[in-house]
């Protein structure tokens, strides 16, 4: 399934600092359709990355992997 980024949303502390990015994904194929909104906070960075620096591509990559772990069904479930 191809999911495209649709939207990107900065989400800021009261004291202006990023605190979370928002990011909605949308696909489909066929029948099948997905939408989800998987928001990156700073536990989901690895160590030396921030908010600041991060590229959107970056973000957009780090909510497609917890997108993917996710929604992964467990064979056990």
Not at 23 to 34: I, R
Not at 44 to 66: N, V, W, Y
Request: hydrophobic fraction near 35%.
């Amino acid at each position: 399934m191809n999911i495209k980024k649709t939207a990107l949303t900065y989400n800021f502390d009261g004291d202006g600092n990023t605190s979370s990015i928002t990011v909605s994904l949308s696909g489909n194929e066929g029948a099948d359709y997905l939408n989800a909104n998987m928001t990156v906070t700073a536990e989901d960075l690895t160590d030396g990355q921030t908010f600041d620096g991060l590229t959107m591509k970056a973000i957009t990559t780090i909510a497609r992997e917890k997108l993917a772990k996710s929604t992964a069904v467990s064979a056990n479930a």
